[in-house]
């Protein structure tokens, strides 16, 4: 069993479970980035159980609790930033020309976009993401664009 290879949900239950183990005090801030890196690196059974051996287990019911709160205030924070996203990378287009205007709302729709991809949400929410940083990234390279045309011009 110590050789099967892990998926990303394995993972992410390890550095949830250290989570834990920090918030309780039973690791120090550095020993969870520490494990936390040594985690999302980790390729089998064997390397992630070597990070936890230390640490009681958690009860059926805590654990289910804590993925719980943790994966649905992430879909939550990732749903706003993807809807955030859409609405900033797409409300440039009526400001179109009017560069002080349009140029920070698509650049919103970029940032909202990427940090709404980086969000743990669902695959709907993250092709909003998508496409606010699509339609924020066509905003700021028409408006550069439009002030290389009309500085050359």
Known sequence: M?????????????VERL???ASEGRLTFAEFEDRSAR?????????LDALVVDLPTLARGQAVVVCNRAGTARDHEGTALSFLALAAGLVWVPLYGQLPTALLPGAAGVVFGLFG???????????LATLGVLGGSLCVALQVAWVAYHILD
């Open 117 to 127: 991809l980086r969000a743990n949400a669902s695959l709907f929410c993250r092709a």
């Open 2 to 14: 110590n050789d099967i290879r892990v998926s990303n949900r394995d993972r992410e239950a390890v």
């Open 39 to 47: 985690a999302y690196a980790a390729n089998t059974y064997g390397e």
């Open 19 to 21: 989570g834990v183990a």
